[in-house]
């Protein structure tokens, strides 16, 4: 007698034989998703299409507009292009994959690259594609990797696979190119075959593909100068001491002078907001309102706080303004799509009395200013401010950089400084620390520290707070005067040590537990780095406790 399985797919149950495939029944249930579907979850359990099902399970097939999907959709379109890239140019010819930009990759060429070359590696990407070429899964002996990436120069490669204590670590192949990826991958490229490739010179381009939050198409390129060359100058620094990957942060650490990097560090962390600092001082005739602004878990406080005290030490003396104070009252307060209220976007916000009396503060003028009684949902009236002589408005929150507000005070008078940790520390040169990752970690290790929050309470949270980044804080980056990176070149090997215990917690049944194993296997990378030298005002401290701000 033959054993079946049961599995469900949209809530409805089918019958399979014991041994099927994902792809198998992907084949028999019929693609239904907008793009090709690349990854399942059964159970919670990410499957690769290639994988056999032999229990009973829920089945959710997922595409590119999944952040699941979105992370193997990119790692394949990497692969393909190296694999573009072998095929016409050779062995030799090597890219770096750096940071996120403007929701594409971009990428660094180790050669020469005109449009030409690039129009060529698009159109062999793209015939890579249409033929479906199988992409292989191969064990293999983890020295035997070190030998094969030590030969053909892929020393990042190599280096990161010395860290590894595996005997056997899993290898992808296309064509020639072997290569490893921390996520699942496809069993063959028709599944990637949504993306561009945008010219930037003749060292770097840009890899663009749909995004889980624009999935019905291929965002047209737009170049933001400001957090490009914030990305620039963290590389120049990154060169200068010799830490592009989490191997040369280890070698720093078993060298013993991981305490000199973080004075190092921090020195240049200060030197960056002090020169933010003087610029607003130099400009006190015209600068009378600061805005700061940036993405969750960004370090604001700190850098705001550490911001008055050098505006402070210049002869500007700070005010610091809370724009929740002006809230609409909550029966004026929109509501989402689930009928919960939305405190988030711009209209919970009385835009009318902040701007007026903004505008009446930096007039001189004395006003009876709000504070929002949350019990009661409405404003009260019980306190006067009136500015003194070079003091300074400070204003944070999600809207600061929004153009729509304080609209009734010139542009001139106005100071906006955008704060984000932009690491640029990769794993090698094709497996990158995402921005986000670094956020998620410094908020997992908050979250439990001061609010006794679980991983998977902040995990649960998560795609609603980047939802709303995405919406009313990264579209206006543009608009800063000024931006700050708050990524400590140190941290990730700090941070391992406060988060890794909390996400062995997630247990397996979760459906959390698999974001929680792909950033274990992503800190299994680094070494662990003591706190003890990272000093109290540190952005770091925020997070991980023993913050200066906190005490005072």
Known sequence: MIETIEVTIDGKKYTYNK???????????????????????????????????????????????????????????????????????????????????????????????????????????????????????????????????????????????????????????????????????????????????????????????????????????????????????????????????????????????????????????????????KEIYDNKDRIKIVLLAGPSSSGKTTTSKKLCIYLNILGLHPVAVEMDNYFVDRKDTPKDENGKYDFECLEAVDLDLFDKQMKQLINGEDVEVPTYNFGSGKKEFKSHMKLAENEIIIIEGIHALDPKILTNIQREKKYKLYISPLTQLRMDDHNRIPTTDNRVLRRIVRDNRTRNYTVEDTLAQWASVRNGEEKYIFPYQDESDAMINSASIYEIGVLKTYVEPLLYSVSSDSPYYEEAKRLINELRLFLPIPSESIPEDAILREFIGGSYFSKN
Not at 89 to 105: C, F, P, Q, R, T
Not at 180 to 195: I, R, V
């Open 19 to 277: 041994g099927i495939t994902v792809e198998e029944v992907l084949i028999e249930h019929g693609d239904k998703t907008k793009y090709p579907v690349i990854i399942a979850r059964a159970d919670n359990k990410l499957k690769e299409l290639s994988d056999k099902l032999h229990h009973s399970c829920t089945l959710e097939l997922l595409d590119l507009t999944s952040p699941e999907g979105n992370r193997v959709h990119i790692n394949t379109l990497i692969l393909i292009l190296l694999s573009a890239i072998n095929v016409l140019y050779g062995n030799n010819a090597k890219i770096k994959v750096e940071h996120s930009l403007d929701k594409g990759m971009y990428i660094k060429t180790k050669f020469r690259l005109t449009e030409e070359k690039l129009d060529a590696i698009k159109e062999k990407m793209k015939e890579i594609i249409k033929k479906d070429l199988p992409i292989a899964k191969l064990n293999i002996d983890r020295l035997e990797a070190i030998k094969y990436y030590e030969e053909i120069g892929e020393d990042s490669k190599a280096g990161v696979l010395k860290y590894n204590t595996d005997n056997y670590i899993t290898l992808y192949r296309l064509g020639n190119v072997y290569d490893y990826f921390y996520s699942l991958m496809p069993p063959s490229t028709a599944k990637a075959k949504d993306f561009d490739l945008t010219y930037l010179n003749d060292k770097s381009f840009v890899l663009r593909f749909p995004t889980v939050y624009i999935s019905d198409k291929i965002k047209k390129y737009e170049h933001h100068p400001h957090i490009f060359d914030v990305f620039e100058q963290y590389k120049k620094w990154a060169d200068l001491i010799d830490i592009k990957t989490s191997v040369d942060l280890n070698r720093v650490v078993t060298t013993g002078k991981i305490g000199d990097l973080i004075k190092m560090d921090e020195t240049v962390q200060t030197h960056r907001l002090l020169t933010v600092a």
